[in-house]
T-cell receptor
């Protein structure tokens, strides 16, 4: 049982380039989330999804888009990367209710130069 | 939306002593309060959680207390050990209605001095 898996683990982008981060979970969870983690800032919610085909904005959505075409996958896209998007990105999932444990992926370290 | 404040940002304690990390939240509708531990370069992992219908919960050397009236909750670690060194995050969420996800505090770097 792999849990939550993120691809890639590391990436360096040039300003203006685009990329997609993939999150896959094999626990049949309904809810999935993308967070970014910056030093001294904790984890901040970017976008989330409460089920296949649905997405919603979190606290810091600007510059990001997401898609949930399949229940097990949640994609995070950067259309035109900026240095301010240098961060560690974590995907997480929960079974369907918020008051249960959130399982995190191993993180993606993204650097935009 | 919810706002979670966490203190202190860094906490250094002698091995064997106790450590206490405190959090306050703003939304009285929040009803779930987990604590996550993140070791360097690793993913956050749940260590303990508490729901709003409970005032205290304990799991071996770790305990969490919740004061709904004051809107604050605390993590207590007793008999600290070197492997307790990590960053700890508190969080809050509301499970009814919307699904905004967990709101996290900014983290506490716990350092266990030998």
């Amino acid at each position: 049982n792999a849990g939550v898996t993120q691809t890639p683990k590391f990436r360096v982008l040039k300003t203006g380039q685009s990329m997609t981060l993939l999150c896959a979970q094999d626990m049949n969870h309904e809810y999935m989330y993308w967070y970014r983690q910056d030093p001294g800032m904790g984890l901040r919610l970017i976008h989330y999804s409460v089920g296949e085909g649905t997405t919603a904005k979190g606290e810091v959505p600007d510059g990001y888009n997401v898609s949930r075409l399949k229940k097990q996958n949640f994609l995070l896209g950067l259309e035109s990367a900026a240095p301010s998007q240098t961060s560690v990105y974590f995907c997480a999932s929960t079974p369907g209710r918020l008051n249960t444990e959130a399982f995190f992926g191993q993180g993606t370290r993204l650097t935009v130069v | 939306g919810e706002n979670v404040e966490q203190h202190p940002s860094t906490l250094s304690v002698q091995e064997g002593d106790s450590a206490v990390i405190k959090c306050t939240y703003s939304d009285s509708a929040s009803n779930y309060f987990p604590w996550y531990k993140q070791e360097l370069g690793k993913r956050p992992q749940l260590i303990i959680d508490i729901r709003s219908n409970v005032g205290e919960k304990k799991d071996q050397r770790i305990a969490v207390t919740l004061n709904k009236t004051a809107k604050h909750f605390s993590l207590h670690i007793t008999e600290t050990q070197p492997e307790d060194s990590a960053v700890y995050f508190c969080a809050a969420s509301y499970s009814g209605g919307g699904a905004d996800g967990l709101t996290f505090g900014k983290g506490t770097h716990l350092i266990i001095q030998p």
